[in-house]
């Protein structure tokens, strides 16, 4: 039975009596206990606000989160080889999870790691699958991240030689943009023109040439556009005739390539490319290469080769050719010399006439895994590591 005390408190009849439901000793332990604990989630929720404020500032001031093409040395075999992969990083403020993904075997490790001082990411990987007994650590510096670059060192035990190995780690940033094939009138082909004079020589390539070639059954000319409509990359490829290959057969064979083995198999040509200064050093070039690679493969080429122009200079395309998995076959000097009289462009290094080396480049198609999906007339490079 229970009645309201002289205070309000309510109090219960027992056989000896009344008496107080709670005393005023417990009132205080209990208002203190509500107290205590309504301070502790004022301050838990004070400290998740913070944190969730350095989060924030951690990405908009070192954003590493992205995909990045990965290029690393390893010993196989006993011999030093190049690896190279694709990294994706996901960015939780100081701290980050990641996967590095050779798209040609598939083989994956995981990674996991912190930004340290603000100038280094400090982290370890694993092998994705339990089966993959390599792990180790890497040290990674943030001075290039503005223009798309971390690079650093790893060092672990290699699961195939058994040893303790290190080496160089270089990561670049892919652009996430999405890249169109130009049709033959498209009205943005001018400004391709340009961009690729600018960047080539003048008159190296007109606007018909590029109408012509977009027109081609096995030809293309592919379009990085900006959300406002804006040219920022152009970047060109075809399937080589047989006329073609076989007269690039006898330049290598002159050179001293044996077998080039053109002649006979489907071989796609990756020709001129070019970005916009503004633009340069996101990964786009090399965006631009894999979409092109993509297309040659769906034709049904099973190589691919560059006759890539060695300009002697910072902007060369032959560093994004390896980051995309070509190698160097041979030089040719002189490539682009034509006959007195005849010089067609006005080469931005020699004049007229181009006496640039070529150097000629060449990837297999066979292992390459297409990174692009198709919608209409657009494509949208894919983010996703499978």
């Known amino acids: 039975m229970l009645r309201q005390g002289a205070r309000g408190i309510p109090t219960m009849l027992d056989r000896q009596g009344v008496g107080p439901l709670m005393s005023p000793e417990l009132q205080n332990v209990v208002l203190g206990l509500v107290s205590a604990t309504i301070a502790a989630i004022c301050a838990r929720l004070f400290d998740l606000a ?62 996991k790691g912190s930004i340290v001082d603000e100038r280094y990411l400090t982290g370890t990987y694993g092998g994705e699958h339990r089966a993959d007994g390599a792990s180790g650590v890497f040290f990674m510096a943030l001075d290039l991240l503005e223009i798309g670059c971390i690079q650093g060192l790893w060092s672990g035990f290699g699961a195939e030689s058994g040893l303790i190995l290190s080496g160089r780690w270089s990561w670049r940033k892919l652009s996430d943009v999405d890249i169109a094939k130009a049709t033959p009138s498209d009205p943005l082909l001018p400004h391709a023109s340009t961009l690729l004079n600018d960047a080539l020589g003048s008159g190296f390539v007109t606007v018909d040439d590029l109408s012509q070639l977009a027109a081609a059954d096995e030809g293309m000319v592919l379009l ?20 073609d290959k076989e007269e690039l057969t006898a330049k290598l064979e002159a050179a001293g390539v044996r077998r080039a083995n053109l002649v006979g198999v489907k071989v796609g040509q990756v020709k001129t490319a070019a970005v916009v200064p503004a633009a340069r050093g996101k990964g ?103």
Not at 71 to 91: A, M
Not at 234 to 243: C, F, K, L, P, Y
Not at 284 to 313: F, H, P, Q
Not at 366 to 378: I, K, L, T
Request: proline share 3%; charged share 25%; hydrophobic share 35%.
């Open 50 to 111: 913070r944190k969730r404020k350095r989060r924030h500032q951690a990405v908009r001031n070192h954003p590493i989160g992205g995909v990045y093409a990965s290029s690393y040395t390893d010993e196989i075999g006993g011999v030093q080889r190049v690896i190279r992969d694709e990294v994706r990083i996901f960015q939780h403020g100081l701290e980050f999870t990641g996967i590095s993904k050779n798209l040609e075997t598939g083989r994956g490790f995981l990674l």
């Open 224 to 243: 990085a556009k900006s959300p406002h409509g804006q040219v920022l990359g152009v970047g060109t490829a075809i399937v080589m005739s047989e006329s």
């Open 284 to 386: 786009l070039g090399l965006n631009l290469v894999y979409e092109r690679l993509s297309r040659l493969k769906a034709l049904g080429c099973s190589t691919a080769i560059v006759l890539a122009w060695d300009s002697g200079s910072r902007q060369s395309s032959i560093g994004v050719l390896e980051a995309a998995g070509f190698s160097r076959v041979v030089d040719l000097p002189e490539f682009w010399r034509e006959p007195e009289g005849q010089e067609t462009f006005d080469c931005i290094r020699c004049g007229k006439p181009c006496v640039c080396t070529a150097v000629v480049m060449r990837r297999s198609l066979y292992d390459f895994e297409p990174r692009v999906s198709e919608d209409n007339s657009r494509w949208r490079l894919r983010r996703q590591v499978t």
